[in-house]
Each structure stands twice: as structure tokens, then as C-alpha cells.
């Protein structure tokens, strides 16, 4: 492209004529070209669309200009082209024809209206998308109250077309107690909690938030908003809050058990906090013996009418048991320690009260599990107050427990009812021989003997006890003087049965006993009475061994010897 600068002067500098004053009006760049292509006139902004044409840098606009030269024809297109502050876009439209075969250039700036149309989509899908990640869905009701649109995701599992035209409050719980409905609200509301039926016919928890549409008349034509589903985020509060609810029952029950100090009221203490947590009319705390029974180990309220549950629970294992007993509604679960049973626990109220439900039964079992720890406590507790109590050879009562804890208890009670007992202190004789001859398991073999010797010629809730080496005594409650004398002679015949332990024939294995009266009026203590029992014992060993002798009454002198 040339440019008729000598003989007209430069584009920006020729003279306007008509042409001229044409271009210079136009409100975008105008450029008037000769049929060879040389620029005869130009207004200001068409100067710099003529510098990209003499530099070659608006090729599209030189195809434009070629194809209406050519043709003839209107050329019209949109092109790019380099601007000082990045791409420019201008729709071109040559018009041939023009005097003398001259070509007209006119070109109009869209960058600013591209600009703004996308700068509109995007902020368009901008606040689309923010009303979708910040809602399940938005809505709009006309003026007949029925749903005019609903996003395309649709809501409570009914898809858009299924909702527009139906009535909104159809779909929620309860319609009438609100007022308004965010559905014809005359005014903006937001944070509205609605519990609304879904299509599967679950309920859902939503929060809307709306504003209404007045008319410039004032009169309501409709309403739209936005909803959001918050039925889980309802379930974790209603979750957290059951949760919560278990944590201090169960901090209440646990509390309670710890105040306790002695294992087994332990037990009591937790059978009572368990029924008045839970709301129980009673509770029952079970241990499991080593014949996998459940033994009662502790209850409280109202039992009435349970008399069979004991048997019931017999399978009781893993999972919460729930049965109907009488009147009573039973939940009953076993305790664990180490994934074995050792009890269970069952609480009960009554059948119209209906079942106990998940909340009960988690409750229950947390319980459960504390009382698995306690039951373990009390039977470790049991164990070591067995081992102080008793002689670990024969398992009888040993010295300390009989004189510190079971002599105190018995002679405390016959001060209450008045009645007599007695004190036998059993001696082998020539037990020394047996181990010197035979060997020390003979020796304990005579003893294991006479320690079944004496169970078999005692009753159950006689005393017996191993003072040490092959030194016994028994205490006797309720006994006679005459009865105290059979009972010490059926004993000295049966010691016969221990010559077959007997070192040598010199040196027979025997029986010396001493036995003391116990009468509460006398009023004597311990020490007295086993100085008594004792003294006769030595007395009998002193007259030739293997027979018994009666000690005399407090105060009296010589002890009364019997023998063979």
C-alpha cells in the first residue's frame, strides 16, 4: 500500500473536502482509499489502523480490503489487531464504490462490549456457581404460590420438573406452625430451619433463606431463595448430644463406683447409680463362677416377679440381650475383662414402657465394661485376701486370720445370742519321726490327712485352722460341754487311722488334743480361752500322748485329762 503524500500531503494533514469531513465525524477509525490502494484521507483514529497497514500488520483487514476491491462487494469482519495496552478488537467494513473507484474504510473499537459481555458470563456463572456450592438448591414461587423454578439439580430427590407447579408447603412437615413459610413470605427471611418429607419418604432438615418479589405497585408476586440440607450435620449434633448424655451418666456411675472402697460394695453401689441413670425400676449385677453360672453379686428396686431371670441369662455372651419377664421389659448384657465373660448386668421397667432402644443398650454396655474391670478387681481381691487368709498348703484358715479376724467376729457374735462354743487344740505326736524317717512328702501326706480328718468331722460353718508345722485348732459354735466331749472322742478314734504314717512302732503317729469351753456370760477374753485350750493340749502330751483332756472353767486349776 503506497500513500499519496507529495501531491496531497499526509493522510492525517490533507486538506477535508466532503470526504473529509465525512471521516472526521465517524466516531471510530476511517480511512479513505484510492482503487490503488493508496490512503488519500484518514481521521485520527483511523492514523494508527493506517500505520499497521503501511508495516504489514493488519493482514486481515488488507484481505478485506483486497476482497471488496475485487468483488466489488461489502467486506465486513472482525479482526485483532496490536494495541499499546494489548490485543485491540474492531469490526471492518470496506465500501467499494465510492468516487473514482476509491474504497472506504471504517472500522468500529468491540473490545470494550467483548469485555463487558465476558466480564457478564463470567460474574453470571461466578454467582451460578456460588449459589450452588453454597446451597442444595435455589428456588422461586410465583403468585399462585407454586414453585416457578428450581435449580436443575432439583431437591429431596424429586427432580426440577417434578417440583415446578407443585405447592411447596406440600412437602413440608408440619406447614401450619410456621409463619410464614420462606414460600409466601411478604418479607426477607434467612436461616429458616424446615423439616420436609423426601420422595423415599425420609425426612430432611433444610435452611432457607429468601426475599420476596414486590410489584412497583406493592403487591407480592412471588418469592425466591435459596435452601440448604442439613439433616447430617442434625444427625452429628443429635449424635454428639446422645453422646454427651452417655459420657456424664456413665462419669456419674463410674464416680460412684470409685467412691467406693471395699471391692464388693463396689457392686451395690453400681446396681443402684446404673437403675437411677437409666431410669430403671431395678438393676442386677451378676459374676460368673468357674462353671461359666451367673451368680447374683449385687441389686437394687424393685424386683418383684424376677425370680427366672437368673436362668435366662445362662447363654448370655456377647451382644445385649433384651426379653420380656412378667410385667418386665429386661436388658441384660454380659461384662467382659480380656474377652472373656466373668458377669453380666440387667436392668428392667416395665413392658408398656416399651423396648430400651440403641441409646440404652450403648449406655448399658459401656457400664458393662467398667463392671468387667470391677469384677476382675474383685476377684484379684479375693484371691490375695485368700492367700493372707489361708495356709497355702492345705488351705485352711492360717494363724493370723483365725486369731485376728475370725475368732474376734465369732466370739462377738455369741455375745449376742447367748450361746457357748468350743476351742480344740489338735498336736500330732511323733510327727518328727515321719519326716526323719520317711522323707518331708510323707510328712505332708499326714498332714493333708488329718486336715481331711478334721473336715469330715466338722460342720460347714465350723472354723479350722493350721497354726503351723503339724499344730491345728478348730472352733466349734453352739456347743454343749456333752456334745464338745463326743465330738473330741469321735476324733481321737478316728487319729487312729494315722499309724500308717508312724516313723517306727516306737514312735506311733498320734493324736493330743486340748479343748476349751467358750460361755459369754464368763466374760473372758481371747487370750484367756487359747491359754486354756493350749495348756490343756501340753497337759495331754505331758500324761502319754494320744487322747484328749478338757480344760477347767476360767479361774479353775487342773485340767481334766481323757485319753485311751
Not at 503506497?2 to 465525512?22: I, Q, V, Y
Not at 413440608?172 to 409463619?179: E, G, N, P, Q, T
Not at 469321735?490 to 460361755?519: N, Q, R
Request: proline share 4%; charged share 25%; hydrophobic share 40%.
Amino acid at each position: 500500500m503506497t500513500k499519496n503524500r507529495d501531491a496531497r500531503g499526509s493522510a492525517a494533514e490533507a486538506t477535508p473536502g466532503p470526504e473529509g469531513s465525512l471521516l472526521a465525524d465517524y466516531p471510530g477509525a476511517a480511512i479513505l482509499l484510492s482503487a490503488g490502494g493508496s490512503v488519500i484521507q484518514a481521521n485520527a483514529k483511523g492514523a494508527s489502523l493506517e500505520v499497521l497497514l503501511d508495516r504489514g500488520a493488519a493482514p486481515e483487514v488488507s484481505d478485506l480490503i483486497r476482497k471488496a476491491a475485487g468483488s466489488g462487494n461489502l467486506a465486513v469482519g472482525t479482526v485483532v489487531l496490536p494495541g499499546s495496552k494489548g490485543e485491540i478488537i474492531q469490526e471492518v467494513t470496506v465500501v467499494p464504490g465510492a468516487a473514482g473507484g476509491d474504497l472506504l474504510v471504517l472500522a468500529r473499537d468491540l473490545t470494550m462490549e467483548r469485555n463487558l459481555r465476558s466480564a457478564l458470563v463470567e460474574s453470571r456463572q461466578r454467582y451460578k456457581d456460588l449459589v450452588e456450592v453454597s446451597s442444595d438448591f435455589a428456588w422461586e414461587v410465583g403468585s399462585d404460590r407454586m414453585f416457578t423454578f428450581v435449580s436443575p439439580g432439583g431437591a429431596l430427590g424429586y427432580g426440577a420438573d417434578e417440583l415446578v407447579g407443585s405447592r411447596p408447603g406440600d412437602f413440608v412437615l408440619d406447614a401450619d406452625d410456621y409463619s410464614p413459610l420462606p414460600f409466601v413470605s411478604d418479607r426477607a427471611l434467612d436461616n429458616i430451619e424446615l423439616w420436609m418429607r423426601r420422595k423415599d419418604g425420609s425426612t430432611a432438615c433444610m435452611i432457607f433463606s429468601c426475599v420476596p418479589l414486590i410489584a412497583e405497585d406493592g403487591e407480592w408476586r412471588g418469592a425466591r431463595g435459596v435452601a440448604r440440607d442439613v439433616t447430617r450435620d442434625r444427625e452429628r449434633e443429635a449424635a454428639l448430644t446422645r453422646a454427651r448424655n452417655r459420657e456424664q451418666l456413665l462419669n456419674y456411675i463410674v464416680g460412684t463406683i470409685r467412691d467406693e472402697l471395699e471391692p464388693h460394695n463396689m457392686l451395690e453401689a453400681a446396681a443402684a447409680a446404673t437403675a437411677r441413670a437409666l431410669v430403671a425400676a431395678g438393676c442386677r449385677i451378676y459374676r460368673r463362677t468357674e462353671e461359666a453360672a451367673f451368680v447374683k453379686a449385687a441389686e437394687f428396686g424393685n424386683i418383684e416377679g424376677l425370680d427366672k431371670l437368673d436362668g435366662l441369662l445362662s447363654g448370655l455372651e456377647e451382644d445385649a440381650l433384651e426379653i420380656q419377664v412378667g410385667t418386665w421389659q429386661i436388658l441384660a448384657t454380659a461384662t467382659h475383662y480380656r474377652q472373656s465373660v466373668n458377669g453380666a448386668i440387667a436392668i428392667w421397667r416395665l413392658r408398656d414402657q416399651g423396648p430400651w432402644g440403641n441409646e440404652n443398650q450403648l449406655l448399658i454396655g459401656d457400664v458393662a465394661n467398667q463392671l468387667g474391670i470391677a469384677n476382675e478387681q474383685i476377684i484379684n481381691h479375693e484371691r490375695i485376701l485368700k492367700l493372707s487368709r489361708t495356709d497355702a498348703m492345705t488351705g485352711l484358715l492360717n494363724r493370723r486370720a483365725f486369731f485376728e479376724v475370725e475368732l474376734p467376729r465369732r466370739v462377738a457374735r455369741l455375745k449376742w445370742t447367748g450361746q457357748k462354743a468350743a476351742l480344740f487344740y489338735l498336736d500330732m505326736d511323733n510327727f518328727k519321726m515321719v519326716n526323719d524317717v520317711h522323707g518331708h512328702q510323707r510328712g505332708d501326706d499326714a498332714i493333708l490327712f488329718l486336715r481331711d480328718m478334721m473336715m469330715e468331722h466338722s460342720r460347714p460353718g465350723d472354723a479350722i485352722v493350721r497354726l503351723g508345722g503339724d499344730e491345728f485348732a478348730m472352733w466349734l459354735d453352739g456347743m454343749e460341754e456333752d456334745v464338745t466331749i463326743r465330738r473330741a472322742e469321735t476324733l481321737i478314734e478316728a487319729s487312729k487311722a494315722l499309724l500308717e504314717f508312724s516313723g517306727d512302732a516306737d514312735h506311733p503317729l498320734g493324736l493330743s488334743i486340748g479343748v476349751a469351753l467358750y460361755d459369754p456370760d464368763l466374760d473372758e477374753d481371747l487370750n484367756g480361752l487359747m491359754a486354756r485350750a493350749d495348756e490343756a493340749m501340753y497337759a495331754m502330751k505331758k500324761a502319754g500322748k494320744g487322747g484328749y483332756r478338757m480344760a477347767p472353767p476360767p479361774g479353775a486349776s487342773r485340767p481334766e485329762e481323757k485319753g485311751p
